[in-house]
Each structure stands twice: as structure tokens, then as C-alpha cells.
């Protein structure tokens, strides 16, 4: 079928190049020229037959409501628009409501694959109404992975996003997961071969995953991650399903502690160690590091002697 | 080969099951006669051909070491001892000096697989001598899954157990993920199955692995586990796993949450809430329930009127 | 001076006896007729001399917007509002731009204390302009307890609730502290009094505090807390300080965990824990606890022998 | 009474002195020639009275058994060894074993109070048998707060630095809840000062606390805790909090992430977050940074665009 695709980033020109091999008319549109194959939105819908035209949007978040804006303006009845992004579920609904107005029909679908999708197949969890899904159906089915699994219509407008929020959650608790345990192995000692043992987790035990398959790939190219810096940004989604936890009063705590690892990561000074170092000094005349000081530099209170080693 | 297996539940029996399809002759002894080759450890000995005797050993972590020690009268100079069992892995260095004495060389060996393993191999860590491991090889070549994966040596005495006293914190914290995240989905609402959003995670998504193949299985049998209580037990590893962590000074906020979840689990009261609960009745008059009472009881703080909702 | 005063809660009706013993004259209102000086707002906005009138609204967040649209039709320009209740600090700014349309001043004041306010006074944190905070100087002066402390103009129109929210989530973090510590001493037994022991830490330890001084007066009336369930409420502010916590990326693993506590001893079945179960009887044949039995009853796995003690 | 005090550092110095104000005859000993009363062990014990002679040992939790070792020898029937530092209580019973064999009487006594126990009193905690206590009551009198808390005999051998330990436990996760409150204030922006804030809790509101107290000091010398790193010690008691917790299945999610906080602000790159950015990169070619650049730098993956900003 047709398709009109707004966004062709590494997710949306992956799922462009996905959909031309299966046989479908892929007209995309990117702020970058170099990549977009019309010259804007008017002129990528000019592009796509009626009905219905359909067009999904692969766009940052902040920027899925003036896209979508437009798009509304250009389309109309029994046209669909997908949001395809990481979008945050609450706004779903209403942005349907308001579609709904001018008879688009909306459906928000969470995507899962990173940049293997191309080959793999996305992971694709859609929310919205049963008659909107069939009509993009041809395009869930060529995105997703072959076989049974991969394709989920999760429920009416934000059940989409909300399953990939969760999902995503998940994801956040699973890599801090393998990393503690990483780290554990490295710091300890015991274990020869930190990469060796990763790698012998890949068959046969009950923690193999896809996951542990990248993560071993990572060693494999740099055995003890020394290339990296210990420093991992996070999406929202993370944050969002904390959000949702609180909202429905449900323990998350592998998940919250994750996304605050995260956190103290991007800190080159966590604000509350200082608070904690002020606070030792304080009771114990503790010796506590200066702020500009090398990592073996500390100094002892003014006016005690070296400090007991215990926090008395 | 010829090996003696001392231990024939879920796991030794599925073990020895394999190794005989391989064909090995395995002499299996259990304290259940039911399962048991032999009348006794003497009998199992009798029956293995030396150069070298070898025995693996798979019970309970509190009955290794009577069990290795009766072995170790009666093998000798060159002869093998596995521990194969989720032992804690501070015995082993000690245990294979003690083995080492009588020229019994030992080998601690880390088995993940559950009752899957008997069809799709076991994945195996061992700690001990290169030239010992190469005894015993065959035997792990069986247990192992086809292919490349699913055995490490993975260091000295020690490493074997180690790696997988890790590999089941991380397992830990993996299943806290799932669980969070499913309880997330069900408590929502959002989401009309859950089920099937599970299901469709299993190719495409990141967070595709085997745990999340057994979950969706649980859930056919169960689709709310209204048939199950929440109720987890732990069984060693993850608690020696945050003990290694704190030891060696390596954040595992994951990891030991997931255990405290467990812990939290099995508590009909938790008594840290109680004071919680007795804290806030003390300053703000807050409400509390009654120990005996139903979860709808609650009774005001006498002489008060009926609680404020808020926390001041 | 005068002052509404509207809700006679249990946090109310003590400020009003605090004030009027301070000599100010107070025209409380409340639903409850037996705790109202007035018929309705309308009558206590009449008994209160202009120049300016002063309204302070003390009631549960769900009410405060009601109430203060209600107030706001009998109020004018330079009379003034304060929000003395623990309600969200996000709608404070827009509540105090939608009151200026009027000319009425807004503040709003986070309230600490509890029962014991009445005689020790109350801490208050409050949030808006200078001018208006002059205003009410003299009521804060009575409502904060004697000496230097208990008081800050904590910045603009919202500032007051955030401080107070923060305030409370610290509370909740350091009420699980005790609440772990109590745990653990009753758990191990080496402590042959635990009462006596928290009674010995009010003087001389690090952890001295009022919260401290309130769990022994607990432990006085119930040495073990026998008489109440391990069933704590939350009420909002922890949530809001979490929330606060992802919006600006600060690790707050105290205050979640401890909060997450609560959700926890509010479920009779933890759904996570079912889904912990579920997982580990699909790998390992472990035993599982059905949903109907009581404690001591497990169940092995369909079709196998009683399981193995380790997690394998 | 008179009494030998081995260690004279911070904690014994000052114990030295409020014993000495008390009317107390103590002889102090430290490796430290200035600040020791006698040049040995030989020479403390020659210069106490007999009917009993007790030596307080105040040394660090390595010293402590060789340093007890060599009083053992010094002493006899009917003597007390105190140790007062932040020692294991797993040793107490087994040294105090080994102590009876010569008749020598043993108390182990958990001692908090910093720098400030000078003035202020120590609150002490003590383990051992109740004749013992008896002896050295005059002691624990004088060291004690003036009043009626700061002492406790909370059991047998062991009991005291158990209780200790947990107060440290407790201790850790109470700074770490002001710690978190702090950084959230700060970083938030609506409150415009944080430290005056702090400072009006500390009367009226349910946070007050000695804690706090310390807190503001801290803060009224340096506002923004910019000449402190942020960077914290721990001691060992709360590492051996969260080992007792895991044996005794008791959940202490804020304790010990309290402490997996400070473990962390000692990782200039922390290695487990190496890991996770590796595995975003992986699926996602999300950008990393270099562990040589500067904060700013960020690198995309080889042969991608410019990174998505979402985690899909």
C-alpha cells in the first residue's frame, strides 16, 4: 500500500527501506533534504493516493503535536496519522478526540528494535479503534518481525504508547541488571574472563536474551568498556512509567533505581554526597574532599587530628 | 566416560538423563532409593573405572560437604570431585586445599538451565586447574547446549560458582523487571491483554529473552496468575551476590531490591510498617488499622475526629 | 488580628485555638456545623473587618479549588487567600494569577506539626509576594512555634508547597529508616530490649530526633507494635516529591524505596511477586504457593519431585 | 574510678577528657607518643588499681584483637575489657569466650555521639553480662548524657555494637533523606533559599532533628556545599546493617541504597553505567561518550546520523 512517513532519522529511514522491500509506495518527508523525498508535507500527501491516505509520524516528541497540525490540515476523512515515537500515552487520547473533529482517525503505535529493525522486524504495539488498525494492517506486516510474535493491538487511544513506555521500563531494569552484575564480575576479580563468562550465558542459561547478546558484542569490540565513559542518558520512558507507578501506587523498584543510576551517572558531583560528606564532617569530624581537590586529596576538620577511621 | 553423580532431583536426575543419551555411563546415587543406582557412595565408587574416578556432586549446598568429605575417603590420587550445586563460592578455594591434600582434585562448576536443561543443555562456569577441567570435559561437552555457547572456565577455585552466584542476581533483578512491568500493565488498565502485549515482545522488541518466552507460558496456563500467591522464595545466590557487592563496594540497587521484594514478599505484616504506621498516628493523628481488623477497618487516633487526609 | 479561617480538621481546629489564645479573633468555617462559627463562607467573609480581609483555607486538595472560587466572589482587591493545606505546588502560580485578575493576593503556606502544633506551634513555609506575606506576619507569628525557627518565606507563589512537599518526602525516607532499623533489631534477637534501646538513643546519638522521640512513646503504648497492622498510607507529597525528583533528574533512592514500601504494605497479594513465582515454577519446577492456601502450603510443579532448594 | 583507655584519637581523646572533668582517674595509651599518658600496655595496666582493673578499647576495628590479645596477657581474674569502637559483633561472643578462659570479664559498647560527645555525653550501648556492667557503671555514668536516655544495656555479648551497627544503619539512611531533599531544593530553583529552609525546620516541622541541626551548620558555612566534593565515606556499619538484613530476610531498601549511594560517588566512572551506555549504543546506535572527552562530547555510532533522541 501507500504510505506517507514523516521523520526519517535512524529509526524512520530504517522503516522506509523496511517497507519499499516488502513492496509498498513509501513517500518520506524529513527537515533534512538530503533524505526526504518531497519537498514538504503538502507535497508528500499530494503524493499519496486516497483512501484512505495514511501517514506516520516518526518524530522527536516535542516536535509530533505542530507535525501533526499540519498533517490535520492537509487530510480528512477516514484518513489516518500514526504517531510512531516514543510519545507520551496521556496526550494520545485527546489528540484523537481532536483528530476525530475533522474525521481522522488517529492510532499511536510504540516501536521496539532499535537500528536491527531493518532486518529483524520492529516490535510494534498499537492502540486505537479495530477498524483504524486494519486499514494500516499491510504496513504492521511488513514492519514487524516474521513468525507470530512482534505485532500487538493493545488496546484504544495510549494503549499503544503506554505498553512501549512499560516496555521501555523494563528495559531500563534489565540493562542495570546485566551492568551491576558486569561490574560485580570485573571489580571482583574471580572470574578470569568477564567477557568469557558473559559470552557463555548466551545459550543455556536461564538469564539468555537478546540483551546479553548485544552486551557481549560491546566486549567484543572493547573487552572492559575503557572507551567508554560511565555516563547513560535516558529517553523519558524511564520516567514515564516511574510517573504511571506512583500514579497507580505500584512498587517499581528495579525500574525507579535504574533510571536513578542513570542519573548519578550525568553528575559530576552528585549535590547530595556533598550534603552527606558536610553532615559527616559535622557529627564526626570526618575528613571530608575538597571540591577541587584530586581524588586522593582529603582533608581533615579544622583543628582535629587525622580521622578515626570509624563513624561514631 | 564413566562418572559418579551423587544427587538425583530435578536437577541431577535430568543430568544424569542427558549424559546417558550422550552415552556416558553415569552411576547415579541418591539418599531416595526410588532414583538411586547403587545401595551407597562405596557402591557408586565400586562401579566407575579409575584413571581418573570422577564424581560429581549435585545436593543441597548444606549436605557438600559431608557428602565430600565421605567421597574423599574413598577416592584418591588424580580422582575429580564437581561440586555442580549452587554452592557459596568462599568454600571453595578452602574445599579444593583440603582435597588437594589427598591429591583429589576439585572443581566447582555453576549450573543455570532449570528443569529446561535436560533438552536444552546447561549452561556451565567452572573454577578450577586447566588440567582437571580437561578431565571432565566430555562430560561437559554433553551437558552443555549444541553450539558455542553455554561453558566457561571460568577462573580458579571459586570463579565457577562466582559466575554463577552473578548470573542469578542478575536473574533476580531481570524477573523483578518483568514483574514490575507486568504489574504496571495489569494495575493500568490501559492495556486491554496483557497477555498478548507480553506475547508480542518475544521477536523484535529489545527486551525479548527467555524469561520473558516463560512468562508469556505462565500466563497461558494462568492469564492474571489469580491461581498463584505472591509469594517469592530466594535461595542463596542473590543474597551472596549483594554480600559480594558490598564487600567490594559496587552499587547493586537492582539487584537487592528485587531481593527485598522477595523478602517483603513473605511478610503476612511487614513489621516495618508497623512503626511507619505507628509514627504517623503518633504525630498526626493519623488513622491506622487494627492488627485483627479487615483491610477496610481503620480506627482514628482516640480522641480525634476523623482523620485529616492530608500528611502535616 | 482577624482572620477566616476555613476547615476545622484536625489541623484547623487546633490553629484556630492556637491563634485565639494568641489573641487574634478567628471566624472559622467548616461543613460540619458543630465545628463552625458560621452558617457558611458568606457570613464568616462578613464577620471579618476589611483592610485587608485575610482567608485561610485549610482543607483537603481535592476541595481547595471550590472553595477558593467561592472566596474569591466575596473577596477583593488587596484582601488575601493563603492555601495552608498540602496541596500540589504546581497549581499555586496559576491559582495566584488567576486571583490577581481580582486583585487578590494569594499565598501559599506548607504546614508542619501536626497534633502537636497546637501547643509546640507549627513550622510554615510559604510561598508569594513580599507585600503580602507582611500581611500576614502577625498570624504566622502565633502559628510558629517560639524562638528563631519554624518560619521562611520560602520564595514566590508555589515555593511554599514545594518546600513543604520536600519536607515530607525527607519524612518519609527517614520514618523508613527507624522503621528498617526496628525491623532488624526485633528480627535478630540479640537485642533483648528494643524499646529500651530506641529510648536510649534520644540523647547523646547521632540519630536523636523528634521522630525518634514519637516511635518510643509508640513502643511505650505496644512494645512490638502488636496491636497494628503493617499498613501504611500515603498522601500525596511523596508521590509529588518523586515526581519532582524525575522532572530534574535527582537520584532520590530514599525517598522512592521508602514510598514504594507503602504501596507494598497495602497489597494483600503483590501482583510483581505472583509474576516472580510464575517465572521461577516455568524454569526451575520450583514450588509455588497457591493463591487460596495459607502459609505453610506449597505446591511442586505439575509432575515433579519436590524441588530442589537452589535456584538453578 | 580508675580506668586505662587504649587510643587516644578523636573519640578516646575526648572521652579522656569528660572522664577526667568527671573526677575519673584514667590512663590513657596511643601509639602516638604525644598524646599518650604512658609509654605501653605494660605500663597503663601497672599504673590502675587493682579490685577490678578495666581497660576501654578505643582503637580501629583491625587493632582491636591484637590490642586485646596484649591486655589479655597484662590482665586477670575478675578484669573488664571494654571495646568501645565500631567493632563486628560477630567477634564479641567468640572473644569474649576466649577472654572467660582466664577469667578476664568482657563488654562490647557501641558508642555514637562524634565530636560533640565531649560536651554533649556519649550515647552508649552495651553488650555483656549484667555484673559486669556493674563494674564500670561509673563509667558509662560519667560518659553518658546528663538525664535519662543515652544508655542502654541491650543484651548479651554481641548486643552492643549490634544495636550500633543498626543505629548506623539508621544513621545512613536518615543523611541520605536529607541529602536528597537538598539536592531537590536545589536543584528546583523555586525555593530561594534552600538553606533557610532547612533552618526553619528545625523547629515545629517533624523533620527536626540533631541531624538537621548539623545539616544548617554545614550549610551557614558554606552555603551551596561548593568547597565540598561530592564525595562520601562509609565505615563498615552499614555494609554490615544490609549483611544482617540479608541474613535475617529483612527488607532495607533505604539502607542500603544509602549506601550504595556513597559507594558510588567514589566512582569517578562507574563501571556499570559503562555497560548500560555500550548496550544503548548496541541497539540503538545511540550516541556514547568517549571516556577521554569532556561532558559535551558526544560521538554517534560509526556510520549513523546523528542519534534519535528516543530509546526504541
Known amino acids: 500500500m501507500q504510505m506517507g512517513l514523516v ?17 509498498h509506495t513509501i513517500i518520506g518527508y524529513d527537515t533534512n533534504p538530503e533524505l526526504s523525498d518531497v519537498e514538504d508535507l503538502t507535497a508528500m500527501v499530494a503524493r499519496i493516493d486516497r483512501e484512505p491516505q495514511v501517514v506516520w509520524v516518526m518524530v522527536p516528541d516535542r516536535v509530533v503535536d505542530p ?22 500515552w496521556v496526550h494520545d487520547a485527546p ?29 510494534l504495539m498499537v492502540g486505537g479503534e479495530e477498524t483504524t488498525v486494519a486499514k494500516v494492517q499491510p504496513i504492521f506486516d511488513s514492519l514487524k518481525p516474521a513468525g507470530e510474535f512482534g505485532f500487538v493491538h493493545a488496546g484504544d487511544h495510549g494503549a499503544g504508547h503506554f505498553a512501549k513506555m512499560v516496555h521501555n521500563g523494563i528495559e531500563y531494569a534489565i540493562m542495570q541488571a546485566y551492568a551491576e552484575g558486569w561490574e560485580l564480575l570485573e571489580a571482583a576479580g574471580h572470574v578470569t574472563s568477564v ?88 557529627f564526626g569530624g570526618h575528613a571530608v574532599k575538597d571540591a577541587a581537590a584530586g581524588p586522593e586529596h582529603v582533608e581533615a576538620a579544622p583543628g582535629e587530628e587525622p580521622a578515626h577511621p570509624a563513624e561514631q
Open 7 to 23: 521523520g526519517l532519522g535512524k529509526m524512520g529511514g530504517n522503516m522506509r527501506e523496511r517497507l519499499r522491500e516488502a513492496g
Open 67 to 88: 507535525v501533526i497540525e499540519e498533517l490535520a490540515g492537509l487530510l480528512g476523512e477516514g484518513d489516518v496519522i500514526i504517531d510512531g515515537g516514543n510519545s507520551r
Open 95 to 123: 489528540r484523537a478526540r481532536k483528530l476525530a473533529e475533522k474525521g481522522i482517525e488517529y492510532l499511536d503505535c510504540g516501536v521496539s528494535g532499535g537500528v536491527w529493525g531493518i532486518t529483524q522486524g520492529y516490535a
Open 195 to 282: 567477557r568469557e563468562t558473559f559470552n557463555s550465558w548466551r545459550e543455556g542459561s536461564v538469564i539468555k536474551s537478546w540483551l546479553l547478546d548485544l552486551a557481549v558484542n560491546a566486549l567484543n569490540e572493547d573487552e572492559h568498556l575503557d572507551r567508554l565513559a560511565g555516563y547513560a542518558e535516558d529517553s523519558g520512558e524511564g520516567r514515564w512509567t516511574v510517573e504511571a507507578a506512583l500514579d497507580l501506587a505500584v512498587p517499581v523498584p528495579a525500574i525507579s533505581n535504574a533510571l536513578f543510576a542513570r542519573f548519578a551517572s550525568r553528575q559530576d558531583e552528585a549535590p547530595a554526597m556533598k550534603m552527606i560528606a558536610a553532615m559527616r564532617n559535622q
